[in-house]
Nanobody, 121 residues
Framework: QVQLVESGGGLVQAGGSLRLSCAASRSIFSIGGTDWYRQAPGKRRELVARITSSGSINYADSVKGRFTISRDNAKNAVYLQMNSLKPEDTAVYSC???????????????WGQGTQVTVSS
């Protein structure tokens, strides 16, 4: 059973940076379109950034110019570089990715368990 694993969260001061990673727990064939979401306590889940299999990228207005999503197809990993962090960026960040586990398989949607990002003022 493939799992999607996020890492890189933690506690950082306002203005600091963190780099989140999203990767499969074992070898897979390919990772397709991937979204990073976040959810703060008492708030709705928010789509933060999206990268398609072809590399098209979109960001939420709240993170434009500060966050960068990227992918490494050789490693089947997707990253979220977060700079100039603000206290309002505090949330659990989760990735949702389309994964094909073997050649010829269709892509299925997987969710990670989430990683906590806390930005202190």
């Amino acid at each position: 059973q493939v799992q999607l694993v996020e890492s890189g969260g933690g506690l950082v001061q306002a203005g600091g940076s963190l780099r989140l990673s999203c990767a499969a727990s074992r070898s897979i064939f390919s990772i397709g379109g991937t979204d990073w979401y976040r959810q703060a306590p008492g708030k709705r889940r928010e789509l933060v950034a999206r990268i398609t299999s072809s590399g098209s990228i979109n960001y939420a207005d709240s993170v434009k110019g500060r966050f960068t999503i990227s992918r490494d197809n050789a490693k089947n990993a997707v990253y979220l570089q977060m700079n100039s962090l603000k206290p309002e960026d505090t949330a659990v960040y989760s990735c949702n990715a389309d994964i094909a586990t073997y050649y010829g398989d269709r892509h299925y949607s997987y969710w990670g368990q989430g990683t906590q990002v806390t930005v202190s003022s």
